[in-house]
């Protein structure tokens, strides 16, 4: 191809030649890219889906990939209930608490908030069946999980709306993951012949004298490459978790990592922007806790600590004090390492210690959900069985084991500004313990209310036998070994981006619609505000989006070349 006049992020059709044309462009391969692209070849339209790493499946392909989806078939197929009044109010409640009101007409939300919100209530169930239908999902329901608010009074469908996808090739009912759900989306997309492109980094959108989007121009190891798109484009290429700077100056506290694909690094903020995108939740982000030397070392493969099991667990400041409740949903436990102290201008609990006993090691170990505990040690061993346990530290007494913590602190000082322990920090950790010794031993967490929600409970993974007060508290051991790890902030992903309509079109500042572009999951801003509705409250919106969008983009016009690109490609 040859370009003419090459700016930053837009890029006039009349200085492109393009390599290839199709009706619609997506960008991304995770569920919201596939469930886009197949819509779209549904519908009729040819489509080339562009990836930016030289592996599908994004995020997606990481994550525990449940979906979670109101009204669903299984919940009616059961004759089970899920008033949209009420889903309604439970959504709103969460995203606007200090706005929330059932009796306005928005409930507290924005109308935009409002309009999409509803929008995803009424097509996330058909979405999913169809999809279904037509192979690119394979959903296994999952009731025994609830939601993270399952006990308010406007959730009157605590369990049911989570859905787990099949274990690809697995028996009837057999839960897999987001592997298993990506191979089911590329056997899909390769059935109807979606043409999928990776190693493909779009840099540019291709607009016209209308500034109608027609294309896009990506980069790639043979060259760049320019794709006409006859309908639209389609942005489905997550948030911006790997772009320190855009973090840093968007959220509202400190990140030290996250577990998104390595290629999420909001490529497709500054395009929309420079197409006059209206940006929204820019603040917002899917939290969770993250081991410390996870976030550094930054792998590919780093997982956050989702549901941290362990009765005889503690989360600790800097201080040695509780400061949380340890069994909180992960979006809940992030604010509070954001906690600002003025006096000393810090972030006491920048980095919070998690600290167990052997009993806790015994009987709570894994790696599941990022679990920070560890596989078990095996019988007559001295070490942990398999996986990368480094970050673990283990000592025989607690003193032995501040030692350890401090010199892991130190070793990370660069990273997080010299944060260290307090000099008194031994003698409170003993005064913590005691304290909360004496909660479990009444089964009441006095303090944080540990243990007393259907989702904590779940988190839990199981009570130890013998424990029938509450299964998340029981004493910690007089006697070591002692086990702690560093735990940070970080995302699952950001939520913030272009402000879409229901159609999942692109708006601009003025609110109208931009000609040929669409946006869908965490590249997209999110109708959900701060808030983590449930598991699965991440895909679920994504997926219902990303069908939304194809179906809507097939429907477009077919945009003809300008005169001037007709002239310069008899001209070249």
């Known amino acids: 191809m040859s370009i003419l006049r090459f700016s930053t992020e837009l890029i006039h059709e009349s200085d492109v030649r393009f390599d290839n044309e199709t009706d619609i462009v997506v960008v991304g391969s995770g569920a919201g890219a596939f469930s886009a692209a197949i819509s779209a070849s549904k519908h009729g339209a040819s489509v080339i889906l562009l990836e930016k790493a030289l592996q599908i499946g994004g995020t997606t392909k990481k994550a525990a990939a449940a979906y979670w989806v109101p009204n669903n078939h299984f919940m009616r197929g059961d004759g089970r209930e899920d008033p949209k009044a009420d889903a309604l109010k439970y959504m709103a409640r969460l995203t606007r608490p200090n706005s929330y009101d059932p009796e306005k007409p928005h409930l507290g939300l924005t109308e935009w908030e409002y309009l999409m919100t509803e929008t995803f209530y009424d097509n996330a169930g058909p979405a999913i069946e169809q999809l279904t239908e037509w192979g690119a999902l394979e959903p296994v329901r999952w009731d025994v999980q609830p939601d993270y608010y399952s006990q308010m009074p406007e959730n009157k469908a605590p369990y049911g709306r989570i859905i787990y996808p099949h274990l690809f090739g697995g028996g009837i009912d057999e839960v897999g993951d987001g592997s298993d759900m990506i191979k089911v989306f590329a056997r899909a997309a390769e059935q109807q012949r979606v043409d999928l492109r990776t190693g493909h980094r779009v840099s540019q959108a291709v607009v016209n004298d209308q500034q109608q989007v027609v294309g896009v121009v990506a980069q790639t190891d043979a060259g760049t490459v320019a794709i006409r798109a006859n309908k639209a484009v389609i942005f489905a290429s997550g948030g911006f978790t790997h772009n320190v700077e855009l973090r840093t ?324």
């Not at 070994?481 to 735990?487: H, I």
């Not at 179906?551 to 945009?559: D, E, F, P, T």
Request: aromatic share 8%; glycine share 12%; net charge negative.
């Open 249 to 572: 100056n968007s959220l509202p506290g400190p990140i030290f990592g996250g577990c998104a694909a390595k290629s999420n690094t909001g490529d497709f903020i500054p395009i929309a922007q420079a197409l006059g995108a209206d940006l929204v939740n820019m603040n917002g982000s899917w939290l969770a806790p993250m081991v410390l030397d996870r976030a550094i070392a930054n792998r590919p493969d780093a997982t956050c600590s989702f549901s941290i099991p362990g009765d005889s667990m503690i989360f600790v400041n800097r201080f040695g004090r509780r400061v949380v409740n340890e069994k909180a949903p992960y979006q809940d436990i992030v604010p509070t390492f954001w906690a600002w102290e003025s006096q000393k201008a810090e972030y006491p609990n920048l980095v919070l210690i998690m600290l167990w006993d052997e009993a806790t090691r015994q009987f709570h170990a894994g790696d599941k959900y990022g679990n920070p505990i560890g596989r078990a040690k095996s019988s007559g061993g001295t070490g942990p069985d398999g996986g990368d346990t480094s970050h673990i530290l283990e000592a025989v007494t607690l003193a032995e084991l501040e030692l350890k913590i401090r010199e892991r602190l130190h070793s990370f000082a660069p990273h997080t500004g010299g944060f260290d322990l307090d000099e008194k920090f031994l003698v409170n950790l003993r005064s913590t313990i005691e304290r909360f010794n004496g909660f479990a031993e009444k089964g009441a967490d006095e303090d944080f209310r540990r243990g007393e929600t259907p989702i904590e409970l779940y988190f839990n993974m199981g009570a130890r036998p013998g424990n029938d007060k509450n299964a998340t508290l029981w004493p910690i051991s007089a006697e070591g070994p002692y086990y702690a790890t560093l735990l940070a902030p970080a995302t699952l992903d950001t939520k913030g981006g272009p402000r879409t309509d229901v159609t999942a079109q692109v708006l601009n500042r003025s609110g109208v619609p931009i000609d040929g572009l669409y946006a869908v999951g965490n590249c997209a801003g999110a109708m959900s505000g701060g808030s983590y509705w449930a598991g699965g409250a991440t895909l679920g919106p994504i997926i219902t989006m990303g069908y939304i969008a194809g179906l809507n983009a097939s429907q477009q016009k077919v945009r003809p070349a300008s005169l001037a690109e007709k002239v310069a490609d008899v001209t070249a």
